[in-house]
């Protein structure tokens, strides 16, 4: 397996510092981190989906990934010269403030197309629509279940595992039946729901900065937690 480079490295190593009992998924994040790194380096995006809790935690990823987490992203000087001819003025403020994101979609937040779905066709099937419609070859489905068995989840598995989407699971120390199939699954050690929760932030956290990092630059994490 590839190493991880010194900068990202260190990310990890606070992590694991600051949490001591994910040591035992160090690896799996670590293979997770590549699973998406190959994927943005592709041009691909990360859908997710969770119940709850782990809804949220769904926008929560994607909004550290599409704007800045710790580290300016500003848009290429190219893109930033065609604004400015388009409306000086517009064009100038987008330009200083636009920044590059790395595509995540959080397949919990679109409530007309969700809850049309659910009253018309399938309330198990919401994220498998939205996996087969958003999702492309390339692209990785995170799944957040702190049991591992949500069924609308474990439904979009499926969907990926048919489109050639990689699947990272993100759960609880038992696994259920989303770390049988994911590609790689965080199992974090806690049992119940609130305290899987409260691990499955840093874990994000770290992949985020981590992503940002390989990407954007910048130093090494230092004071960034």
């Excluded at 992203?73 to 994101?101: C, Q, S, T, W, Y």
């Excluded at 956290?205 to 992503?211: D, F, N, P, S, Y």
């Amino acid at each position: 397996m590839k190493l991880l480079g010194a900068k990202l490295k260190e990310h990890l190593d606070l992590l694991i510092k600051r949490y001591p009992a994910l040591e035992v998924v160090r690896q799996d994040i670590a293979e997770a981190y590549f699973i998406l790194e190959n994927c943005y380096e592709n041009d691909n995006k990360l859908l997710i989906a969770g119940n709850g809790g782990s809804a949220a935690d769904a926008e929560h990823i994607a909004g550290e990934l599409m704007k800045r987490f710790q580290i300016r992203r500003p848009v290429p000087e190219e893109f930033a010269d065609r604004l400015r001819e388009i409306d000086a003025v517009r064009g100038e403020n987008l330009a200083r403030n636009l920044e590059r994101g790395l595509m995540a979609i959080p397949l919990v937040a679109h409530e007309a197309l969700t809850t049309a779905y659910i009253n018309d066709v399938d309330g198990l099937g919401v994220f498998a629509q939205q996996l087969y419609g958003f999702g492309r070859t390339g692209d990785v489905f995170l799944g957040i279940s702190t049991s591992g068995n949500s069924k609308n989840v474990m439904s979009a598995v499926i969907v990926a595992k048919a489109m050639g989407i990689k699947v990272i699971g993100l759960t609880g120390e038992s696994g259920g039946e989303l770390a049988k199939v994911s590609d790689v699954a965080i199992k974090v050690p806690a049992y119940e729901t609130y305290m899987i929760q409260e691990l499955h932030l840093p874990v994000y956290h770290c992949l985020c900065l981590m992503l940002e990092a390989h990407f954007y630059g910048g130093d090494a994490p230092g004071n960034l937690y």
